[in-house]
Nanobody
Framework: QEYLVESGGGLVQPGGSLRLSCKSS????????ISWFRQAPGKEREGVSC????????YYLESVKNRFTVSRDNAGSTVFLQMNSLEPEDTAVYYC??????????????WGQGIQDTVSS
C-alpha cells in the first residue's frame, strides 16, 4: 500500500488545466515538504515542483514556471498542483512524494502510486 495517493489526473486538450491532489491516510502531510515528480514515456523521472513544510519557499522546474502552482489546503493535509496552459510535453505520470526533511532537499522518501496526465487534441 502506497503512503500517498494522487488524484485529479486525466485527458485534457492543449491549453487546458488540471489540478492534482496529494493526500495520505498514513502520514500527516502538514509536517512534510512535498514534491511533485513526473515521468514521460521513454524519459527519466524529473522533479516538477516542491513546497516546504512552511509553504515557503516553493520550487519549480524551469519549463513549468508561471504555468504550474503548488499549494496546500489550510489544514496542510492536502497538497495541490495546479497546472495551467498545459502542453503535450507535459504528458506524463505524475507522482507526489514526501521529502526526508521538512524543507525541499531534493531527497524523496515516501511515494504515491502515480497518476496519468495526457495533454492531447
Amino acid at each position: 500500500q502506497e503512503y500517498l495517493v494522487e488524484s485529479g489526473g486525466g485527458l485534457v486538450q492543449p491549453g487546458g488545466s488540471l489540478r492534482l491532489s496529494c493526500k495520505s491516510s498514513r502520514l500527516n502531510l502538514e509536517f512534510y515538504a512535498i514534491s511533485w515528480f513526473r515521468q514521460a514515456p521513454g524519459k527519466e523521472r524529473e522533479g516538477v515542483s516542491c513546497i516546504s513544510m512552511t509553504n515557503e519557499p516553493t520550487y519549480y522546474l524551469e519549463s513549468v514556471k508561471n504555468r504550474f502552482t503548488v499549494s496546500r489546503d489550510n489544514a496542510g493535509s492536502t497538497v495541490f498542483l495546479q497546472m495551467n496552459s498545459l502542453e503535450p510535453e507535459d504528458t506524463a505520470v505524475y507522482y507526489c512524494a514526501t521529502d526526508v526533511l521538512n524543507y525541499c532537499s531534493g531527497s524523496p522518501d515516501y511515494w504515491g502510486q502515480g497518476i496519468q496526465d495526457t495533454v492531447s487534441s
